[in-house]
């Protein structure tokens, strides 16, 4: 099984619409970072959170690390077509080796205009 | 400001021809340097990193080596491709000593 779960795999809403996708691990997160992708495209980093109950806000994106630091949400406030793309979350694992950030798979965000 | 480069931006080559792929970092000294390989409907696979020149660390065994002939150079090879091989191709970079990566904007290759 993934060691990040990324939820929902894929979600379509009306542009003005929040949304939230989740990412959860069953270890502790040292580090938990949100990419944006777009199809055919590199990474684009969006933010980092390191502590337990750290918020982080960009634009209409908020992000949150829960105070256990195993499960993270990305919230966007009102969506605009501009948001569409693959959400990911990323994270260095206490099990992984120092250098190797695992990836969920990913969520494929569509907004409606 | 940072900018990393990646090309080709997308390659067509025959199973069992060679392959290079080229990655360059400019506007930072002494960064790591990672190879991924992200396979359609799949998550990012981390390949290869490399903390300095001439280091290489492999994650996944297979089909690829990769080299780090100049500090901001990352180059990613194949003798001989395998239709597996197929993917897109990303190229990251993160600070000596950080550990946020940003990623170039990838190759995108298919074996035939």
């Known amino acids: 099984s993934q060691e990040l779960e990324q939820s929902p795999q894929s979600l379509i809403v009306q542009e003005g619409k929040n949304l939230t996708i989740n990412c959860t691990s069953s270890?502790?997160?040292?580090?938990l970072y949100w990419y944006k992708q777009k199809y055919g495209e590199g990474l684009i980093f969006l933010m980092m959170?390191?502590?337990?109950?750290e918020e982080k806000s960009h634009e209409k994106i908020t992000a949150k690390l829960d105070e256990k630091k195993q499960q993270s949400s990305l919230h966007i406030t009102a969506s605009q077509p501009s948001h569409a793309g693959i959400y990911l979350c990323?994270?260095?694992?206490?099990?992984?080796?120092?250098?190797?950030?695992?990836f969920g798979s990913g969520t494929q965000l569509t907004v409606l205009p | 400001s940072q900018t990393i480069h990646q090309w080709p931006a997308t390659l067509v080559q025959p199973v069992g021809s060679p392959l290079s792929l080229e990655c360059t970092v400019e506007?930072?000294?002494?960064?790591?340097l990672y190879w991924y390989r992200q396979a359609a409907g799949r998550g990012l696979q981390l390949l290869f990193y490399?903390?300095?020149?001439?280091?290489i660390s492999s994650e996944v065994p297979q089909n690829l080596s990769a080299s780090r002939p100049q500090d901001r150079q990352f180059i990613l090879s194949s003798k001989k491709l395998l239709l597996s091989d197929s993917g897109f191709y990303l190229c990251?970079?993160?600070?000596?000593?950080?550990?946020?990566?940003?990623f170039g904007p990838g190759t995108r290759l298919t074996v035939l």
């Open positions: 990251a970079w993160s600070a000596n000593g950080g550990y946020t990566q940003y």
């Open positions: 270890k502790t997160l040292y580090g």
């Open positions: 959170l390191q502590k337990g109950g």
């Open positions: 990323g994270a260095y694992i206490s099990s992984g080796s120092a250098r190797q950030l695992t």
């Open positions: 506007g930072t000294s002494n960064p790591n």
């Open positions: 490399s903390v300095g020149i001439g280091q």
